[in-house]
């Protein structure tokens, strides 16, 4: 029984297709995973503004009063807990980003070293060794 097909069109089975959806998985990069947790909790956010938004409106017409205050009080906490998740994920993907410019750069001096383009020069050296000791420390 086929239920799935890949981007060819071709007919996959469950066993070829939990291969694959596994394959693909598991290739995700942390960077790529971070992207995508980011926009799901900035999805989760607006989520919840919106139901405390409705939740203060429509309060009144609530059975218990006491019930609304409590939902409030819930989302205002969900509220402020995914905005810091949401922050510090932000945080986290910066830094990826920043690692990976600062690997480009190292990568980009060493070669130059190499090619001798650069004169081998004490402060470039040491510039390299700073460099590279903060990239690993990060």
Do not use: C
């Not at 939902?71 to 910066?94: D, H």
């Amino acid at each position: 029984m086929y239920f799935w097909k890949d981007k060819d069109g071709n007919k996959l089975s469950f066993k070829e297709f939990s291969k694959r959806f596994k394959e693909g998985f598991t290739a995700i990069t942390p960077q790529q995973r971070l992207k995508n947790e980011l926009i799901s909790t900035g999805i989760s956010e607006v989520g919840y503004i919106v139901g405390l938004i409705a939740l203060i409106i429509f309060r009144d017409k609530l059975l218990v009063s006491w019930f609304a205050y409590g939902l409030i009080l819930i989302f205002v906490g969900s509220v402020w807990s995914t905005g810091l998740k949401f922050l510090i994920t932000k945080q986290q993907l910066n830094s990826f980003k920043n690692t990976d410019n600062k690997a480009i750069n190292i990568d980009a001096l060493f070669e130059a070293l190499e090619k001798e383009e650069i004169k081998e020069d004490t402060t470039i050296k040491e510039e390299v060794k700073e460099e590279t000791k903060q990239w690993i420390h990060i």
